[in-house]
């Protein structure tokens, strides 16, 4: 009777754990997570959407808010978060590409920004930058970090950064716009921008103006231009103005922002000023209100060779439409440095009918054996795509 009681007890609650609300999570002060199975079925994994041959699965759980990614030299992968406040480092120890160590790294205020450089841990926060030598090395032990800089704007809305190194070995950092439509480059020039540094934060410059919130880079594997997503401003209708791609070719380039949305679409406080032939066009249009976050080009080895080359755009998914879009993984055809189709490669994490999502994808890293990783600050989790040419397409 006693053993009965305590399987039931058991059972009960590893149900009330599958089935807690995300709203019901509770700030996690330890510096490990704690375990949690690597069962998709209540992330709605079974009702994505996946090229034949692709499937997508688990990678790590229980990374709440997970954003940012960012690899280390001996495969930790460090993610960072917005509203969470924590900084992860994640290992998979034997190989099997599943997760078995999630440990909370270090907790600082929005931390949503990382990046790499041999072997060290850039770390952005709103106004400032940190970085961990040697990181790896760090991890279980008492973390030294040095600050870079702390005298960027504090303005939380649009804040939060998304970094990366580029070809060039300079640090690329955004400021994004302290509100949805406005003009402050008078009160601070770094507005509405993405800077360039070096890795020590000397030699700083403007490198691109006009940007209203980018909150992921990165750059052609050939010809070395960074291409960078743009979210479009809010509250002029469900299908305007549009998203954007962008590619700079040439630095200080303005792409538009407060004046001209999307290259085509006059803003009403602020149009007059200026006309959109005044600035670059966006290299794509995307649709209005998706909220384009992560982009990476595919130089993998594992997908068929017409994915090569290709750009990947995790769509974090609207807020402020009437009828939700977004929630997906797009596939962009760029050729001779032109954006010629897009189309998705993953999508379902939106129920259109219900309009209810199951989870919002943020980041996206490729991994060295040619699969793909994508961060979901909505489901805890990141998710490993990979492809099989003899396998049935499965999404298990």
């Not at 960072?80 to 907790?107: C, H, M, P, S, W």
């Not at 070809?167 to 003009?183: E, Q, W």
């Not at 040619?370 to 499965?394: C, K, N, Q």
């Amino acid at each position: 009777m006693k053993i009965s009681f305590l399987k039931i007890t058991m059972a009960l609650a590893v149900v009330i754990s599958l089935n807690s609300c995300k709203e019901e999570k509770k700030e996690n002060k330890d510096s490990a997570v704690k375990e949690i199975e690597l069962d998709s079925t209540d992330l709605a994994l079974l009702d994505l959407n996946l090229p034949e041959g692709f499937k997508i699965e688990v990678y790590a759980r229980g990374v709440d808010g997970a954003r940012s990614m960012a690899m280390g030299d001996n495969g930790t992968l460090f993610v960072g978060t917005r509203t969470e406040n924590n900084v992860y480092a994640i290992q998979d120890t034997d190989g099997d590409f599943k997760a078995d160590n999630i440990i909370v790294l270090d907790t600082m205020e929005v931390p949503n920004g990382i990046a790499m450089r041999n072997g060290d841990l850039y770390v952005a926060q709103v106004g400032s930058l940190w970085k961990y030598l040697n990181i790896e090395e760090q991890i279980g032990g008492e973390l030294e970090k040095e600050l870079i800089y702390d005298d960027f704007p504090t303005e939380f809305h649009h804040g939060w950064k998304y970094i990366a190194f580029g070809p060039d070995d300079k640090l690329y950092v955004p400021v994004g716009a302290p509100c949805n439509i406005c003009n402050k480059t008078d009160e601070d020039e770094r507005f509405a921008t993405i800077s360039r540094m070096d890795p020590d934060g000397s030699n700083r410059e403007i490198y691109a103006r006009g940007v209203r919130n980018s909150v992921g880079f990165t750059w052609h594997p050939d010809t070395k231009q960074m291409w960078f997503t743009d979210n479009g401003r809010d509250m002029l209708g469900d299908d305007i103005p549009p998203c954007e791609l962008n590619t700079v070719t040439e630095a200080g380039q303005h792409f538009g922002y407060p004046f001209c949305h999307g290259g085509i679409v006059k803003d009403p406080e602020f149009g007059d000023l200026h006309p959109c032939s005044d600035f670059v066009d966006p290299a794509l249009q995307l649709d209005a209100h998706v909220a384009p976050l992560g982009i990476k080009f595919y130089t993998g080895a594992m997908f068929p060779a017409e994915y090569t080359g290709k750009a990947f755009i995790a769509e974090h998914g609207s807020w402020n439409r009437s009828k939700k879009v977004g929630y997906r993984i797009m596939m962009v055809d760029i050729q001779d440095g032109e954006a010629i189709s897009t189309e998705p490669f993953i999508d379902g994490w939106l129920d259109e009918v219900a309009q209810k999502a199951t989870g919002r994808p943020v980041d996206i890293l490729m991994l060295k054996d040619g699969s793909m990783l994508i961060s979901d600050d909505f489901g805890d989790a990141i998710y490993r795509v990979s492809y099989s040419e003899t396998a049935v397409a499965s999404n298990q």
